[in-house]
């Protein structure tokens, strides 16, 4: 893991103590001169300190540094928690001879505490000079909180004779659901994009990855999902912008999957299809009620094929003028519902082989239209209860 690089940045961790003892929690990365950045942000209206900061600090110049903590979420925290996240840009801007807007401030762990800034600071400067072009897996490691491994994509772009990298890094759990989740998504490239281009790309990777994710209905303070390109590798056509888009789409998406797979206590990856919907924002409302339904997915959990949790959730999602006898739904390949009934041929021992798996999908035909929707999710198991009930314990 080590070999995997991307020209033109660099990275470190670091020990701080700032929640977890004998692990790293403190993360650099460094960028060369020149590099671009994008970023999506958590829709929650509380957000936490460091999102207002970085949102400030990245329309104002590209940055050099971006700064990374786990186990303080440095949210809920008001005027003194944007002074200590303004605070830490400034002592690394000063390290990296830098303005402090050219320093990006990401936090993710605990609600209400106060960073400890002596702690955090403390660090940087051996931080700073322990950058290098390697350690991906280390940076993985470094931003977890409850998740139980490392998450981490790379993949290879081949333009003309050129080859574009492109590494990605995530952490998430729990507290995770469409508008961005609990979680923090760290992408880097050495493709030579525009700011706004980059943009676009990530908004597009974003909206059918992590923005199509939900563990459990809650959308944290702190998501992020940030991109850097630093230049090294030009895209020069039209054809070669759609290679390099079709590539972080994968990457974004591979990366959602790994936190769905990871969810708290969750044993079984479920994929919500919905078709034959009228419009696309309302086959999106049948899939999240379908996703979010607590009865659903302990039935999953389970390995229960108790269909008509599924069907009464499509019932209440508030699809106007809802034909049900058009309505049809699948487990995986078995059909349990044809035209708004028990299918003749269903078989409850069918049901449960594929619930029993520990990946499925739920396919929902609407009859309606051709619009669909894609949401990922996961069961819900008395593990998920445990975690967030001991969270601060």
Partial sequence: ??????????????????????RD?????????????????????????????????????????????AGNANAGTGARGLADAKHCCA??????????????????????????????????????????????????????TTDTQPKLVRRHCQLGDQTVTLIGIAKGAGMIHPNMATMLAFIATDAALDQPELQRCLNQAVADSFNSITIDGDTSTNDACVLAATGKVPISSPQEL?????????????????????????????????????????ARRVAETIALSPLVKTALYAADPNWGRILAAVGRAGIDALEINKVSIWLDAVCIVANGERAADYREEHG?????????????????GTAKARLLTCDLSTEYVRINAEYRT
């Fill in 91 to 144: 002592a690394l801007a000063t390290l990296g001879n830098c303005a402090p807007e050219a320093v990006l401030p990401f936090s993710t762990g605990v609600i209400g505490e106060y960073l400890p800034l002596e702690r955090l600071t403390a660090a940087l400067p051996a931080l700073q000079q322990a950058l290098k072009p390697t350690g991906w897996e280390q940076a993985a490691r470094a931003i977890m």
């Fill in 352 to 368: 449960k082989q594929v619930m029993a798996q520990d990946a499925l999908t739920i396919r929902v035909q609407l009859g309606r």
């Fill in 242 to 282: 759609e290679r390099f888009s079709e590539n972080l789409n994968a990457l974004c998406l591979e990366l959602a999957t790994a936190i769905v797979r990871d969810g708290e206590g969750a044993t079984k990856l479920v994929t919500v299809e919905v078709i034959e919907a009228d419009t696309a924002e309302e």
């Fill in 25 to 69: 929690d403190l993360l650099l990365f460094g960028f060369a001169p020149g590099s671009q950045c994008a970023a999506t942000f958590t829709r929650n209206a509380f957000c936490a300190a460091p999102v207002t900061v970085a949102r400030q600090h990245l329309a104002t110049t590209p940055p050099r540094y971006w700064l990374i903590n």
């Fill in 1 to 22: 893991m080590e070999s995997w690089t991307v020209a033109g940045v660099e990275l470190a961790t670091a020990a701080a103590g700032l929640r977890y003892r004998n």
